[in-house]
């Protein structure tokens, strides 16, 4: 996956240029087309651009790039959902290409579509055909990307519910495990690898972020477990309790002497001792190690 990831940042320094400014402007208004074109004629229509594997076979060629221009949308019904998700994606699509550069996010697009078509290919070999309309789990897939890069953004989830991306994100995540799992069962081959696809081109661009972030998880979770680590919330807790019962704040663990008895001694916690321990000044630096 490092491979792919530097392969990734290589091409986009080597080739600045590559790809076409606003691609995602482009995309959304050819699907607002063909949805029209759809609703107002019939879905046959425009079934000339969705990937066929047959047809392909019968020199159809241009349908290993059209089907990108199909929205999945063929009902009036439907209308505002296309409205929502053609905003939605180009928003994403035109931020994260002002934040990658124009280079980065068409390698980032064009390399799901092309996994998509690998994807269809492989599908229409082993089972003799395979058909896909759109590029929807391409299209999911930019928005883990958006909410790797701006976790904390807010969206208004029903136009009324403030929620941040990141949160959003492990919805789509669930939808995604959701299509894998249900397409699997059904022995849907197509319907299983396409996201898997989409997700994979995913970790191929943001894999240094992925690795470090499970790494960060790990050492907190060591951490946290660590018995040499103090709580301080549930100590200061366990303190307050103990100095009500007691009847003094610090007590030495050598000496025994506290701070009731001896109001002018200065106590200390030693940081090398592992769990809470006190000790006055006489003896913090002269004690055993609480281990």
């Not at 020199?59 to 929205?71: C, H, K």
């Amino acid at each position: 996956m490092n491979k792919l990831h530097d392969f990734s940042e290589r091409f986009v320094r080597r080739y600045p240029n590559f790809g076409l400014p606003g691609l995602m402007r482009y995309i959304v208004i050819a699907q607002a087309v063909v949805y029209v074109l759809t609703v107002f004629s019939n879905a046959t229509a425009v079934s000339f651009l969705a990937f066929r594997w047959q047809s392909i076979l019968r020199g159809e060629i241009w349908r290993l790039a059209t089907f990108v221009l199909m929205p999945g949308y063929a009902s009036f019904r439907d209308a505002l959902w296309l409205a929502l998700f053609l905003y939605l994606y180009y928003m994403i699509g035109t931020t994260l290409e002002r934040e990658w550069g124009t280079a980065k996010f068409n390698l980032y697009y064009l390399s799901g579509v092309a996994l998509t078509v690998l994807v269809g290919v492989i599908s229409g070999l082993i089972a003799g055909d395979a058909q896909i309309v759109g590029t929807s789990y391409v299209n999911l897939s930019m928005f883990f990307a958006y909410a790797m890069l701006y976790p904390d953004v807010q969206f208004l989830l029903f136009l009324i519910i403030p929620v941040k991306v990141k949160w959003l994100a492990w919805l789509d995540a669930a939808f995604f495990g959701f299509s894998i799992l249900s397409a699997a069962l059904s022995l849907n081959l197509a319907g299983a690898l396409l996201p898997l696809i989409a997700i994979l081109n995913f970790f191929v661009f943001f894999w240094p972020d992925i690795t470090d972030w499970l790494i960060y998880r790990r050492q907190r979770a060591k951490h946290q477990t660590s018995p040499k680590t103090i709580r301080f919330r549930t100590a200061a807790r366990e303190q307050k309790r103990k100095e009500a019962r007691q009847g003094y704040r610090h007590k030495c663990e050598i000496c025994g002497r506290t701070d009731a008895d001896s109001p002018a001694l200065q106590f200390r916690y030693c940081s090398r001792c592992s769990g809470y321990h006190c000790f006055c000044e006489e003896h913090i630096f002269n004690h055993e190690h609480f281990q």
